[in-house]
């Protein structure tokens, strides 16, 4: 038997595969959406990656990056969580990390009040993981969380 291979086709290729795996709903495998953190010379020095969205279970997994430190600003909080947790409507975000070499992250995640479960062989056989987890509760009765809700309250009045 021949095969012959399709690309460029995601959406359709993607709502084929969630119908035949029962855990993933319809927008399990849509496109991620993305979004860039430019500073003032207009160079993207950070960008965020939201992905493998599940309706169903109201949760989706969050990625970033960035070449300077100083992209991580309240203002980028609140976008990284508000698009998950106000626009989407979800109980939980995740967030998968290395466990061993990413300890300025973790300390991150931790002051922003995630939980974390360590999963063996996460990135290969020698390469533990992490799976960091905020849920909807921890974020918004945050200290960080309240503040930059008021604030979000006070720009749309």
């Given at each position: 038997m021949r095969l012959r291979y399709v690309y460029g086709q995601d959406e359709l290729i993607s709502r084929f595969v969630a119908a035949l795996v029962p855990h993933v709903d319809d927008n399990g495998w849509q496109h991620a959406v993305s979004m860039?953190?430019?500073?003032?010379?207009?160079?993207?020095?950070?960008?965020v990656v939201w992905y493998n969205y599940s309706r169903a279970f109201g949760h989706i997994e969050v990625g970033a990056a960035a070449t300077s430190p100083h992209w991580f600003t309240r203002e980028t909080i609140r976008r990284l969580y508000g698009y998950p947790f106000d626009e989407l409507g979800c109980q939980l975000v995740l967030h998968v990390t290395p466990a061993t070499d990413n300890d300025r992250v973790k300390r991150i995640l931790a002051g922003l009040g995630c939980y974390f479960v360590e999963v063996p062989r996460l990135f290969g056989r020698a390469r533990d993981g992490v799976v960091a987890g905020l849920t909807e509760e921890v974020w918004r009765n945050s200290k960080l969380g309240r503040r930059l809700a008021q604030v979000a309250q006070q720009e749309a009045a």
């Open positions: 860039g953190v430019i500073d003032e010379e207009g160079k993207l020095i950070a960008g």
